[in-house]
């Protein structure tokens, strides 16, 4: 945390330093994005073909085949979901959330994609619906579905309270890895990684750079929206935070379920979808 009383005496020129303009590191117009005629038209016409019920304070596996539709939904109630993705095929292939920040900024919304890990650095995901795309930011700097935070985790919650918890999102989203893969449970955590904050409101203070969260906006009915890009192994946790409106890491909190579903897009409905391989970089390094 920045110190509010800082031991260096600023310099004479201090503010001409601070008043210099920043850039985009990444130009967002850098990277393909789908066009709103192939949303829109990717967006109707679904046939589900599966439907998953993610229970309070638990995770559950999903698979989703490329090309596929999948929707996570708030069902009964306000609640936060952790989102990891990796290549079905290859769980070494997994979401990037730093770089997915760096190309698409701290909070997702319709058009961004979800990138995979280096080398291969690639959409494993593209959102094509968001119904909590009015919130925009508020007053507080705050927006929905983040890739800011990480995943509430038993050991930083022993590390702060001396307890040990064992419904975090980090332990569910390993038990759930475990069961859909036969995994055990040492191998499944190893590919357990950072997530995307589905429906949790989020930002940094304003003074301290802190990471905060209030309340999630979410209400039964809304959903987000992707297509897969790849086949996809997903899990996701109904965070034990419920709306994360207070504290996470306990049983405190009311939670609710969250429900994945899947869906065929119609005939044709691809058409034009702007399809990413693996990245060509040669791996040499300037060796
Ligand atoms: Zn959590």
């Not at 996570?72 to 079905?88: C, K, M, R, T, Y």
């Not at 040492?186 to 997530?195: I, K, M, Q, T």
């Not at 429906?199 to 959903?223: H, I, L, N, W």
Request: glycine residues 8%.
């Amino acid at each position: 945390m920045k110190p509010q009383h800082p031991e260096t005496a600023a310099p004479d020129d201090a503010d001409a330093r601070r008043a210099v303009a920043p850039v985009v590191c990444y130009p967002a117009d850098s990277v393909a994005r789908p066009d709103r005629a192939v949303l829109a038209r990717l967006r109707t016409g679904l046939t589900l073909t599966d439907r998953i019920t993610v229970p309070p304070r638990e995770a559950r596996a999903f698979r989703v085949p490329r090309g596929h539709v999948f929707h996570i939904l708030s069902h009964e109630g306000p609640q936060v979901g952790d989102l990891n993705l990796w290549n079905a095929a290859d769980l070494g292939e997994r979401f990037y959330s730093g770089k997915t920040r760096a190309l698409h900024g701290t909070h997702l919304s319709t058009g961004d994609r979800m990138w995979s890990s280096l080398p291969r650095l690639r959409p494993l995901a593209t959102i094509i619906g968001d119904s909590l795309d009015w919130y925009g930011f508020d007053a507080h700097g705050c927006s929905v579905h983040d890739v800011i935070g990480t995943r509430c985790d038993p050991f930083t919650h022993r590390l702060l309270s001396g307890d040990d918890y064992h419904h975090c999102c980090h332990s569910n989203l390993t038990r759930a890895l475990a069961a859909e893969t036969g995994l055990s449970l040492a191998e499944a955590e190893a590919h357990v990684h950072d997530v995307l904050n589905v429906f949790m409101c989020t930002g940094f203070s304003r003074e301290t750079g802190q990471y905060v969260m209030k309340a999630s906006p979410v209400r039964p009915g809304d959903r987000l929206e992707f297509l897969a890009d790849m086949d996809l192994l997903g899990a996701l946790s109904a965070c034990p935070g419920g709306d994360c409106s207070s504290e996470h890491s306990s049983d405190v909190a009311v939670c609710h379920p969250l429900v994945v579903e899947v869906f065929r897009p119609a005939e044709g409905a691809l058409q034009g979808w702007p399809w990413v391989g693996p990245n060509a970089y040669d791996r040499t390094h300037g060796a």
